[in-house]
C-alpha cells in the first residue's frame, strides 16, 4: 500500500514537472520574434530559436517579422475633377520592432488597414483622373510615404503600396473614348497638313527645275500616260498635245472678259464683214 502511494507521488511529481517543463520552454522559427511579460512589465525580445520563461510569471507575445500583404478594398473616391471612381489598391509592410508593435498598438493590422483606406482616399481626392490613370507611380509614392510616416511609431515599416485597379463609370469610358476619337482625328489631320505642305514645297522646288528645261514636262506627261495605262487596263489613253487646247482656252477666257457687242464685231471681222446666217 505504502509503495503504491509512493509511487502515486512520483507519478503526479513527474508530471507536474512535465507541465511545467512545457510552460516554460518555448521555440521560436527563424523569421519569429518573443515579447516576454513578466508580471506586467516588458522585459526584452526573445529568439530566435529556445526560450525559457518563469512559469506563471512570464508570459510571451509571438511576433512574425515576415512582409504582409494588406488588401485594401475598393474605396469611393471623388478626384478633383468632381469624377466618381472606384480604386482599389494593395500594401506590403512588416514589423521592425516587435515591441512596439505589441506595447503601442492593440492590432496592428486592423490599424494599418484603416489608416491605408483614410490615406488612399485622401491622396486620390486631390488628384484628377487623368493624373490617376497616366501617374500611378507618383501616386503610389505619395501613398507609401504618408502610410509609412503614420505607422512608424508602431515599429511598421511600409515597403510598397500599389494602385491595384480603377473603376470608372460607364458614362465616362463613353466620354473618354469619344475624347479620345476625337484627338486621334485631330493628330490625322495635323499629319495630312504637314504632308500636304512638305508635298507643296517639293513641287514648287520641282516647278523651279521644269521652268529651266521646258523639255522636262513633256517627259513627265509621257510618264504620267504611261503610269495611267499600267494602273487601269481596260482604259484606253489619247495623248493630246496641250499645245492644240492653247487656242481653245484663250477663246473661251476672251468670251468671259469682252462685252457680247464686241463678240459680234469679231465674229463679222473673222467672216470678211458678213453678218454670221441665222
Do not use: C
Request: without cysteine; glycine residues 6%.
Amino acid at each position: 500500500m505504502v509503495v503504491t502511494i509512493v509511487l502515486i507521488a512520483l507519478a503526479a511529481i513527474l508530471i507536474a514537472g512535465l507541465a511545467l517543463a512545457g510552460a516554460s520552454v518555448r521555440v521560436l522559427r527563424e523569421y519569429e520574434r518573443g515579447v516576454v511579460f513578466r508580471l506586467g512589465r516588458v522585459l526584452d525580445q526573445r529568439g530566435p530559436g529556445l526560450v525559457l520563461l518563469i512559469p506563471a510569471l512570464d508570459r510571451m507575445v509571438r511576433v512574425s517579422l515576415r512582409t504582409i500583404t494588406l488588401r485594401i478594398p475598393p474605396q469611393e473616391v471623388i478626384t478633383r475633377d468632381n469624377v466618381p471612381v472606384r480604386v482599389a489598391a494593395v500594401a506590403y509592410f512588416r514589423i521592425i520592432d516587435p515591441t512596439r508593435s505589441v506595447v503601442e498598438i492593440e492590432d496592428f493590422g486592423a490599424a494599418t488597414l484603416q489608416i491605408s483606406q483614410t490615406t488612399l482616399r485622401s491622396v486620390l481626392g486631390k488628384a484628377e483622373l487623368d493624373e490617376l490613370l497616366s501617374e500611378r507611380e507618383h501616386l503610389n509614392e505619395a501613398l507609401q510615404k504618408i502610410i509609412d510616416e503614420q505607422t512608424e511609431p508602431w515599429g511598421i515599416k511600409v515597403t510598397i503600396v500599389e494602385i491595384k485597379d480603377v473603376e470608372i463609370p460607364e458614362r465616362m469610358q463613353h466620354a473618354m473614348a469619344r475624347q479620345a476619337e476625337a484627338e486621334r482625328n485631330r493628330r490625322a489631320k495635323v499629319i495630312n497638313a504637314e504632308g500636304e505642305f512638305q508635298a507643296s514645297a517639293r513641287l514648287g522646288e520641282a516647278a523651279d527645275v521644269i521652268s529651266q528645261n521646258p523639255v522636262t514636262i513633256q517627259l513627265r506627261y509621257l510618264q504620267a500616260l504611261q503610269d495611267i495605262s499600267g494602273n487601269a487596263a481596260s482604259t484606253i489613253v489619247f495623248p493630246v498635245p496641250v499645245d492644240l487646247l492653247t487656242p481653245i482656252l484663250e477663246r473661251g477666257r476672251q468670251a468671259l472678259t469682252q462685252p457680247p457687242d464686241q463678240l459680234q464685231l469679231d465674229a463679222v471681222a473673222e467672216n470678211g464683214g458678213l453678218p454670221e446666217a441665222g
